[in-house]
């Protein structure tokens, strides 16, 4: 079964409109990490966000916030005031507690567009 | 600020070729990891390493072994190229515990197998 699930391949928004990206996850653990990355035409990938599955209020950093539903497996990734530089892949990724190598495992990514 | 720096951005080699790829950091991270990426596979883990000389299996080894002989530098190598290894490949490294410990990626090598 797949542990990270993100059901929009691609989606579209209008500058300035806040998005949403879906990440579904799939764990027995108690205790795991959620992350954020944002992936540019470039290819570098850059770190956005972080929240741990203990924390008890929604992540937050700058435009970028985390609406995490612990109960439906959720990590939606939300951005506000979208911006045309906000045009990449965006994956989420999860870190277990039994996990010797502290690797992440990563969903399959979507696609953002920023419409001018 | 963390860099993580992979030799080549482009790469083009032939079936049967043998392949090195290189990663070097310089954040004196113990754990460093190699990725494959597939347009709607995401991200998927070849191989880590958690300390100089040790290595564990990620999700998708066959084809590939890695080199770590020293804390900085983690080497990916396919002993023979096949047209399927045709992807993206990222590097990455990262601090040992705690789950708030972010992955530090390179910029990718983009491998094509002829």
């Known amino acids: 079964a797949q542990k990270i699930t993100q059901t929009q391949p691609g989606m579209f928004v209008q500058e300035k409109e806040a998005v949403t990206l879906d990440c579904t996850y799939d764990?027995?653990?108690?205790?795991?990490?959620l992350f954020w990355y944002k992936q540019p035409s470039s290819g570098e990938m850059i770190f956005l966000i972080y929240?741990?599955?203990?924390?008890?209020q929604n992540a937050t950093e700058g435009r970028y916030s985390l609406n995490f539903q612990k109960a439906r497996k959720s990590a939606n990734l939300v951005i506000s005031a979208s911006q045309l530089g906000d045009s990449a892949m965006y994956f989420c990724a999860m870190r277990e507690v039994d996990n010797a190598g502290n690797m992440l495992t990563f969903g399959g990514g979507t696609r953002l567009m920023v419409k001018p | 600020d963390v860099k993580v720096t992979q030799s080549s951005r482009y790469l083009v080699k032939r079936t049967g070729e043998k392949v090195f790829l290189e990663c070097v950091q310089d954040m004196d991270h113990e754990n460093m990891f190699w990725y494959r990426q597939d347009p709607g596979l995401g991200l998927r883990l070849i191989y880590f390493s958690y300390d100089v000389k040790m290595k564990e299996k990620g999700d998708i080894p066959e084809g590939y072994s890695v080199s770590r002989e020293k804390k900085e530098r983690f080497s990916l190598i396919l002993e023979s190229a096949s047209t399927n290894q045709t992807s993206m490949y990222l590097c990455?490294?990262?601090?040992?515990?705690?789950?708030?410990?972010?992955?530090?990626f390179g910029n990718g090598t983009r491998l094509t197998v002829t």
């Open positions: 929240q741990g599955s203990y924390d008890q």
């Open positions: 990455a490294s990262s601090l040992p515990t705690g789950f708030f410990s972010p992955l530090h």
């Open positions: 764990t027995s653990d108690p205790s795991y990490g």
